[in-house]
């Protein structure tokens, strides 16, 4: 697994419109920078205004031309206007839809509050489920295709204490958009998901950890690539693409080193 092209890559001209949820700070505001350049046009969606439009400033000095779409995806009818708005936004051609914007109920799981736990599923599967399920129809039959881009998390390949209603929430979105790819195949749609590891942004900011963190920069680059080469599942940062891997191939030996490590490296969310 790498950030290199793995599937039926290509379809398509260079994309015109791209759309991005979660761009008012971090890895969203960073990735639309990397995308941004003259003849593109960017949709930049959140909730902060002020974010939305701090981003939509740096995208303009890189030539793009930038639209802000304030909107909340924490509930179903929230992301069903969302995509309604998008579709509007991007004037009938929408060449990428990167659906970025997620959060972290990050806490040991026998503290956890089970309304934080279901907001965290919504805002990180159910609203990217809902928002495809709307622009998928659509997309399936521009003339130019299309390409969608999820930022899951490296936490849907292996465990992590203190995010395991996280890690599911983007295991089920991994999921959904490698299922997507297998019935779409035909179509002329491409789907990839991005697997950051731990990253240092606002969401991370109370995460006590001594994990090292990449840059949400260095995100936003692997993002930017992935829109151009297309692979199925792209991984930032070659220390995660070795994590990976050694969780797939040895999980059982993965996780009982994990369990031994944890508590040094997370001691917030270990229980004694
Ligand atoms: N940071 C990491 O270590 C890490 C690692 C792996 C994956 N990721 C994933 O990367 C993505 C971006 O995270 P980040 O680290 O950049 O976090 P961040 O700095 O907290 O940014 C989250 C973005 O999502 C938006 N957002 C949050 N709630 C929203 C809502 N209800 N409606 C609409 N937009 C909302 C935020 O904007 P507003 O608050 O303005 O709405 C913001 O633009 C997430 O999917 C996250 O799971 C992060």
Redesign the pocket.
């Known amino acids: 697994m790498s950030t290199k092209a793995t599937g039926t890559a290509g379809h398509g001209p260079a994309p015109k419109t791209i759309v991005i ?9 960073r990735a639309a920078v990397a995308l941004a350049a003259p003849g593109r046009h960017l949709v930049l ?4 205004e002020a ?2 439009q701090q981003t939509q400033a740096a995208v303009q000095k890189k030539g793009a031309r930038a639209t802000v779409l304030p ?4 509930s179903r009818a ?1 992301a069903e206007a969302a995509a309604e708005a998008l579709l509007q936004a991007a004037g009938g051609r929408l060449d990428v839809l990167l659906l ?5 109920n990050h806490a040991a799981f026998l503290d956890s509050d089970l309304d934080a736990i279901e907001y965290e599923l919504r ?2 599967y159910l609203s990217p489920l809902t928002i495809l399920r709307k622009c998928l129809p659509h997309m399936v039959t521009q003339r130019e295709g299309g390409h969608v881009v999820c ?5 849907a390949l292996m465990p992590f204490p203190g995010e395991a209603s ?1 890690a599911a929430s ?1 295991a089920a979105l991994l999921s959904l958009i490698r299922s997507l790819r297998v019935e779409l195949r035909d179509r002329p749609v491409d789907l990839t998901v991005v ?10 900011e109370n995460h006590r950890t001594m994990l090292p ?1 990449m840059a ?1 920069e260095q995100v936003g680059a692997a993002i930017a690539e992935a829109v151009e080469k297309r692979p199925a599942i792209a991984i930032p940062g070659l220390s995660n693409r070795l994590a990976a891997r050694l969780f797939r191939t040895l999980p059982g030996t993965s996780d009982w080193l994990l369990g031994k490590v944890a508590p040094l490296v997370v001691p917030s969310v270990v229980h004694p």
């Open positions: 949820t979660g761009a008012s700070r971090g890895i969203g505001a969606m959140a909730r902060s974010g939305l909107v909340d995806l924490s929230g970025n914007a997620g959060t972290s805002l990180n930022v899951g998390s490296l936490a996280y983007k697997l950051p590891g731990y990253t240092a942004t606002e969401m991370t963190a949400p």
